[in-house]
């Protein structure tokens, strides 16, 4: 039986070459939480997130559109995965969480890491 902490290092590995592999494909990662046997990832479109960026350092940045964020819950403990999305307004979080797809994994691994890779992958094509 492994050991909780190579459990937990090989857990972030496998999330920190996730995370890598959607960088590679310009979805920018907003936000990456990790709790044992729980995470949560929030991305959104490369072009997006430049726009908006621009929009907020431009003249009017009021008027800046926001990116829309997409959200994976991995619930390890349930293997249940969860993704929603929710658009970005000024000044504001993601807040107006819509639920789009949700599953159960037998397990944490390749096989949902691919998953979630190609779901975000289409999901945030341009």
């Not at 559109?65 to 999305?85: K, L, N, T």
């Amino acid at each position: 039986m492994a050991r909780s902490s190579e459990t937990a290092g090989k857990s972030v590995r496998e999330l920190a070459e996730l995370v890598a592999r959607l960088a590679s494909r310009d979805i920018v990662i907003c936000r990456l939480a990790w709790h044992s046997e729980s995470w949560e990832l929030q991305v959104e479109r490369g072009a997006d997130a430049e726009r908006y960026r621009e929009g907020l350092l431009g003249p009017n940045p009021l008027q800046a559109p926001g990116p829309e964020v997409v959200r994976v819950f991995w619930d390890g403990r349930d293997h249940f995965v969860s993704i929603q999305a929710s658009p970005t307004r000024f000044a504001s979080a993601p807040n107006e969480w819509k639920d789009e797809f949700a599953k159960a994994f037998a397990q944490s691994g390749s096989e949902l890491l691919s998953f979630v890779e190609d779901y975000l992958a289409k999901r945030l094509s341009a």
